[in-house]
């Protein structure tokens, strides 16, 4: 029943939606997802991508303004008028990438690999073809019908164009920065971002270049590229064979923009040193060598102090030593020169709770929460509900952090069973019946809520010998541990007949967390 209605349902969206004309390979397509949703869907996930991957680079602003100019001069001639954006995100990783509806970004750690304009033109029209050409949309639309009944039924509930869609949360914006594309997309994203190089005035030659030199370092693994532009742009020898061949069909003689690019990223160029340092003095402290890490931040400020994420890092060294007046002058250093990234300020919210300033700490976790929502945000908002009495709040808070499979996912889990099992404890414990081999009626409980439960109390339904229909409660003995189950004999019985085996049924009454 359930595949015929995922197939009726899959069917009534190709039958609203039908076939469309692709703006950029001018080929027939279906298109389940409207223009407008695409559009909707990169503008409420361009944020949440950001802020999870290091947030926007902000020390020297005129690089932005620099990538910005040459991402719009592409964008004024690509064969599709999307709201483009273009934004550098502050992370050494070499990377960009492209949500649906034109929200593109580009990596620091890239644009320092980059040799002039035309190459970074080349990295920027390749995005703009996933996004004019609805790779990304694409994408979306084999999750859609993976997931054809699941999808119906968020249509049928709610008065929007796929509204399922338009959920801001962390994983989705996750799902969609990092999926990778098929060879066919890569192939068409390499193809026409060499057109638009050529109509906006490069040199399409930059393409191939910048190919080989994404093979040299992934054949030669000399850098990190593998966890970065790789893993969803993946290089090959037949992609610089591709461009080649393509350049050769363009117009030659376009500008590579070698001193404009060189001028405009010499701010970057300067400052590698003091990223590097970052860059090991995060790995230091993740390895929990806390004096080396501090070394390396304080290294890090003295070659460059306007550099927000180095402060930060202080901070975080001096939480994690448990100072936090000290880690709060940090993070109070990192937000002054940049008040537009979340980690920030949760990270002195979190400080701030470890002191008792419980509102300074609140307002804080609840703007660092509007960046990124995160589970420690979350977790600790939803402690904060708790002490205010405020139940309801709490369990929402402590259910969204419990997304999360970080330790605080995990920890937010189970603040929000203690909260939810006396409510809903049939959600927690599962309950068999069976019969033992003289008929009478045994019961296997199984405690599945991560934590010790007692006090349980069930009904249990059944017909006597006289065919009337019986409840009887009965108290489970003793606590039953997280994972462990319990089998108990009811006494009930013998149950001979179908009617008596259809009537049984259990429901559990009560159960409390044994703490």
């Known amino acids: 029943m359930m595949r015929w209605l995922a197939f009726f349902l899959i069917a009534a969206l190709f039958t609203l939606t039908g076939c469309t004309v692709n703006p950029v390979t001018g080929k027939n397509e279906f298109a389940l997802i409207g223009e407008s949703t695409e559009i909707n869907t990169g503008v409420q996930n361009y944020q949440p991508s950001r802020q999870m991957q290091g947030g926007d680079y902000t020390t020297h602003p005129q690089v932005t303004r620099y990538v910005q100019q040459v991402g719009q001069k592409l964008a004024a001639v690509s064969d599709r008028q999307l709201p483009y954006e273009f934004n550098v995100i502050n992370d050494s990783t070499p990377n960009a990438w492209a949500l649906p509806g034109g929200k593109i970004a580009i990596n620091r750690g890239l644009l320092v690999e980059l040799d002039n304009e035309a190459e970074l033109a080349a990295v920027l029209g390749h995005e703009i073809v996933h996004a004019a050409a609805r790779h990304g ?59 638009y190089m050529a109509r906006a005035g490069y040199d399409p030659s930059a393409a191939i270049k910048l190919q080989q030199t994404f093979v040299r370092l992934s054949e030669g693994r000399e850098s990190n590229w593998l966890t970065g532009l790789f893993a969803s742009h993946p290089p090959s020898q037949e992609r610089v064979d591709a461009n080649r061949q393509t350049a050769a069909t363009l117009p030659q003689g ?29 790995k230091a402290l993740s390895d929990g060598d806390t004096p080396l890490a501090l070394a390396l931040a304080e290294k890090a400020l003295r070659l460059q102090p306007a550099e927000a994420l180095f402060h930060s890092l202080r901070g975080d060294i001096r939480f994690k030593q448990q100072r936090y ?102 959600k927690y414990l599962d309950i068999d019946l069976a019969l033992d081999r003289s008929g009478y009626l045994a019961m296997a409980l199984t405690n599945n809520s991560g934590l010790p439960v007692d006090t349980v109390v069930v009904q249990i339904q059944f017909l006597d010998n006289s065919s009337r229909l019986r409840r009887v409660q009965t108290s489970i003995p003793g606590t039953i541990e997280r994972d462990a189950s319990r089998t108990l004999s009811t006494g009930i019985g013998p149950v001979t007949t179908d009617k008596q085996r259809k009537a049984l049924g259990v429901k559990i009454l009560q159960a409390d967390i044994a703490e």
């Open 254 to 282: 376009g500008t590579l923009g070698i001193k404009s690019y060189q001028q405009a990223m010499a701010p970057l160029l300067a400052d590698r040193e003091a990223y590097q340092a970052y860059d090991e003095g995060r």
């Open 137 to 195: 949309a694409k994408g979306m639309e084999r999750g859609m019908l993976l997931q054809g009944a699941v999808l119906a039924a968020s249509i049928a509930s709610e008065n929007s164009e796929y509204s399922a869609l338009a959920t801001s949360g962390a994983s989705i914006a996750a799902q969609l920065v990092n999926q990778k594309y098929g060879r066919d997309a890569e192939r068409e994203s390499d193809y026409y971002g060499m057109h």
């Open 325 to 426: 007046d000290d880690a709060i002058i940090n993070y109070d250093r990192a937000i002054t020169r940049n008040d537009s990234y979340f980690h920030y300020y949760l990270q002195r919210g979190l400080a701030k709770k470890q002191l008792g300033q419980t509102n300074e700490a609140r307002a804080d976790l609840e703007k660092s929460n509007a960046f990124l929502p995160t589970a420690p945000a979350q977790a600790a908002l939803g402690q904060f509900a708790l002490q205010r009495g405020d139940r309801n709040l709490a369990k929402k808070l402590f259910a969204s952090a419990a997304q999360s499979s970080s330790a605080v996912g995990q920890q937010a889990r189970l603040d929000f069973v203690r909260l939810d099992l006396s409510e809903h404890p049939e």
